[in-house]
């Protein structure tokens, strides 16, 4: 009996399911070669369904063991793409295998790592087997991606479960209630921590809860069960952006390599979307709304502790003289708002200038009776203004071309100033005011392009978009009271400026959808003292 100290591997992927691969084929192969060669095997290790596109696998891990313990003298495995398909790697492994004296025996390919003459067919051979696994992986991703066209769902979004006996997709409700709520708390003016601390304190249970209950799945296999029972921010926030629940299905927003592992999101114009492929839970309307809250959160920063609602009026409102949002603080039992120019920097930067949350409501509320009387008016006259309107489309296109080229010229113009500044032709600071300027007029240009596209959209249902929207007024004026939700839906922003005399001006601009709606050419101002 020789006395190399002798061990096999044997190796198993998840698309190899053919009996000549089998594990118990693989060690019968490498025990006949062994008594060829009078070699005894020690142990075999081995690794079951896992890729050879990852080197981090159990039983190839415990044969390293044995070589840095210089336990080993000989491996045997099958062939050499049972040590990995992944060419670099592999390579690794072997000069690793060298640099410790092992010898690495390929038994069906008649290969030996320490013999130099096999070092042209040990390359040749790496590459055929990463070859082989890409292409293995096109083909995954190939039926994956004809799935996704077909509409097939697996396991469908909280709030949905698959009929067992028709596959159809169905509401189920104890869920669906729970997403409801949370999109009423949201455009009530909760956020997203204050919605999860909500539903945390009534002991609602979560989505991966509900996966497990009815699937007998964890969300993320492999990893402990931790958090399952705890709702976070991040859950709410996932729910809150996900269209299933005004019933798409969108596939394909992001690719993951099936040999690499890494994910890539992908563009939205590269989305495979179904319409009306669930029963919606939330509709329309409340979706969008949602959406604008949640967007104008993200832009203006706007965060609220765990313990109150999201201030109605944040982030909506914008000074006019530094550019900066308005914050909310609390004075003597009223809520105030204060340009966050002056409240951070002091008086260097900006005025005082500040509102009472009273004040505010009460020129909104006398901001929507004129709407609404400008509105009605415009209802009388609808025939000329769809008229107008349509006269109008027609010169949009050209106009939004030409604000386009103006964009471009702009940004030409911004290289030409970095030119003129290495060049040292002009100072840094003369460059910084010019940037600045030179942004201004594109973001400038960037919201007429906006405006004109959204005016391109307005069509013959207009009469019935301003009857909705007269409805929906009158509502608010009843009610007298001003919520979240009918702030966001209305108001894009709050334009508020101080002049030399300490007079606010104040501008109301409108949500374009809103405003198009009630057929308005300008938006309304109002002043107010300090």
Not at 18 to 24: G, I, M, R
Not at 426 to 436: A, C, H, R
Request: aromatic share 10%.
């Amino acid at each position: 009996m020789n006395k190399e100290r002798v061990y096999g591997y044997v190796r198993l992927s998840r698309d190899e399911d053919d009996e000549k691969n089998s594990l118990t084929n693989q060690k019968q192969i490498l025990y006949d070669y062994a008594k060829s060669k009078n070699y005894k095997i020690i142990e075999i290790f081995e690794d079951d369904n896992i890729s050879g596109m990852t080197f981090d696998r159990e039983g190839l891990n415990k044969l390293k063991e044995v070589v840095e313990l210089k336990k080993a003298d000989i491996i045997l495995v099958k062939d050499l793409s049972r040590i990995g398909r992944h060419k670099a790697y592999s390579a690794l492994f072997l000069e690793y295998l060298r640099e410790n004296n092992v010898k690495l025996i390929s038994v069906t390919e008649n290969i030996d790592s320490l013999n130099e003459n096999d070092d042209i067919l040990i390359g040749f051979k790496q590459i055929l087997n990463e070859q082989y696994a890409k292409d293995i992986s096109r083909k995954i991703r190939a039926g994956f991606k004809q799935k996704q066209k077909d509409g097939f769902v697996i396991i469908p979004p909280f709030g949905y479960i698959k009929n067992t006996t028709t596959k159809q997709i169905e509401i189920f409700e104890e869920c669906a209630d729970i997403v409801r709520l949370i999109y009423k708390l949201y455009i009530d003016g909760y956020g997203s921590k204050k919605i999860a601390q909500y539903l945390n304190e009534r002991q609602y249970h979560t989505p991966a809860w509900y996966h497990k209950k009815l699937y007998n799945k964890i969300y993320h296999p492999g990893k402990e069960w931790i958090g399952g029972e705890v709702w976070s921010d991040r859950t709410i926030q996932r729910i809150i952006s996900n269209d299933a629940y005004i019933g798409v299905l969108r596939c394909g927003v992001s690719t993951r390599s099936v040999i690499y592992k890494f994910k890539k999101d992908l563009p939205e114009e590269e989305h495979i979307i179904h319409e009306n492929f669930y029963p919606p839970i939330i509709n329309k309307e409340t979706w969008v709304l949602a959406q604008k809250i949640r967007e104008n959160r993200t832009n203006n920063n706007v965060r609220a502790s765990c313990n109150s609602k999201i201030h109605r009026y944040a982030g909506l409102l914008k000074c006019k003289n530094c550019g900066a949002s308005f914050v909310a603080k609390k004075r003597d039992g009223y809520v105030e708002y204060v340009c966050n120019g002056y409240h951070r920097f002091g008086k260097n930067v900006c005025s005082s200038h500040r509102i009472n949350e009273i004040e505010l409501d009460d020129m909104i509320y006398q901001y929507l009776i004129r709407l609404k009387e400008v509105a009605e008016d415009n209802l009388s006259k609808i025939d000329v203004f769809i008229k107008e309107w349509n006269y109008k489309k027609r010169d949009y296109s050209r106009k939004i071309e030409e604000l386009k080229l103006n964009i471009i010229e702009l940004k030409n113009e911004a290289k030409e100033y970095a030119k003129q500044l290495a060049k040292k032709i002009i100072n840094e600071e003369l460059f910084m005011e010019l940037i600045k300027d030179n942004e201004k007029e594109i973001e400038l240009l960037n919201e007429q392009i906006k405006t004109l596209q959204e005016m391109k959209q307005i069509n013959d249902n207009a009469k019935l978009g301003i009857q909705h929207s007269i409805d929906m007024l009158n509502n608010i004026i009843n009610d007298k009271k001003l919520s979240n939700a009918h702030l966001q839906m209305l108001i894009s922003k709050i334009l508020i400026a101080e002049d030399e005399n300490g007079m606010l001006d104040i501008e109301i601009i409108l949500n374009m959808p809103f405003k198009h709606h009630l057929l308005l050419n300008n938006t309304f101002t109002q002043e107010s003292d300090t």
